[in-house]
């Protein structure tokens, strides 16, 4: 369980992750669906993505070049607990009561 939970450490962790479910995202389209995540955490968080192995790290060819992360078959081991942990938050959002 440590070992999970080591790996969702860091504030927007998950919801970097939870961008990169859903496939390959450049960083332009990482940076519009977090704008509250500065340029720097956002970065930060992808560099230690690719470093654990989660996330890899492509450039396309052309003019201009565009930097694509995506996360690889280790990063997508985290998909059921992060579905999880979702779940989990509704229901406690769920019965909290007035």
Do not use: C, N
């Amino acid at each position: 369980m440590e070992a999970a939970l080591a790996v969702l450490s860091g504030r927007w962790t998950t919801l970097v992750l939870r961008e990169l479910i859903h496939g390959p995202r450049s960083y332009g389209d990482l940076s519009g669906a977090l704008p509250r995540l500065s340029d720097k955490v956002l970065s930060d968080r992808l560099r230690t993505m690719v470093e654990q192995g989660r996330a890899e790290r492509g450039e396309t060819t052309g003019f201009p070049t565009r930097t694509t992360y995506s996360l690889t078959d280790r990063g997508l081991l985290l998909r059921p607990l992060l579905v999880e942990l979702y779940r989990t938050g509704q229901g406690l959002l769920d019965t909290r009561g007035p």
